[in-house]
């Protein structure tokens, strides 16, 4: 079962807070016990792309914990004032340095044990010119039986691999949910 991170402090006030189900809820809240403020812990949301190019797919390697030296799509969390598709783009320009041209959102994966929701979209790339940012080791493209599938650092990310070429192999792409446990 996931455990919310745990607030102890009033973000308003900085009295202290009790953890309590309010009136007209159904779960436990962090109540600010000075003011009343309730506050609310809900998931994260990590955004990111499958950038492709002909039969080949864009991996970075990470350059930052967790997982640094391991492979994942360019991918990290949603910033607050700009949409899922917004936030895909701008995590692709910061991690690989690649422009790319935004297609249809792929897949939505639920990771409960860790408080996330990870949103992938297809996007293909306009050139093969990459930009690693500092959090990038090195960007670079793999056909499916050159992918590193020993070499993935998150579930999310083979998911969303595993997909992409099974769909790829059928000629047509779907949008595709899962939980991830």
Known sequence: MFEPRRIRHCRLCGSPVRYAVPPDDNRERAICTACGEIHYENPINVVGTVPFWGDQVLLCRRNIEPR???WTLPAGFLELGESTSEGALRETDEEAGARVELGALFTVLNVVAAGQVHFFYLARLQDTRFAPGPET????LFREHELPWDELAF???RETLQCYFADRARGA???HA???R
Do not use: P
Not at 137 to 140: D, G, Q, S
């Open 178 to 180: 899962a939980d991830i």
């Open 173 to 175: 792409f779907g949008m």
């Open 155 to 157: 579930r999310t990310v």
């Open 137 to 140: 080791i090195e960007a670079r």
């Open 68 to 70: 640094r030296g391991l």
